[in-house]
């Protein structure tokens, strides 16, 4: 069983930056692939970004590419979503995922996060 507690989160104004964190726990950190995703009010889960358990090969949202980015720290057993220039639309609940397949694909991770909000204001 993987473990995985989401950190970071708040209310910030358009135009800061904040950085989740991730923090897994239960699996070698190395065995798995490391992706975030978010649930905006209303609207389904959708993959943001994921970052592989080999290379750190990342993959984000195109849409989001500019303003996010992934990463991780294998020694801290933890993964990173750096956003920037945040927007009011990026209000949601973020949401952590791992899996152990070897591709940042953006769905099939048995694993989750209890997630951590946050919140844009204009």
């Known amino acids: 069983q993987v473990n995985l507690v989401e950190s970071g989160g708040g209310l910030v104004q358009a135009g800061d930056s904040l950085t989740l964190s991730c923090t897994a726990s239960g699996r070698t950190f190395t065995d798995l692939t490391m992706g975030w995703f978010r649930q905006l009010r209303g609207k389904e889960r959708e993959f943001v970004s994921g970052?592989?358990?080999?290379?750190?090969?990342?993959y984000t949202k195109p849409s989001l590419a500019g303003r996010f980015s992934i990463s991780r720290d294998d020694a801290k057993n933890t993964v990173y979503l750096q956003m920037n220039s945040l927007k009011p639309e990026d209000t949601a609940t973020y949401y952590c995922?791992?899996?152990?397949?070897?591709?940042?694909?953006?769905?099939?991770?048995?694993?989750w996060g209890q997630g951590t909000q946050v919140t844009v204001s204009p």
């Open positions: 970052i592989s358990r080999i290379g750190g090969n990342s």
């Open positions: 995922a791992a899996r152990t397949g070897a591709a940042a694909t953006i769905d099939g991770y048995p694993y």
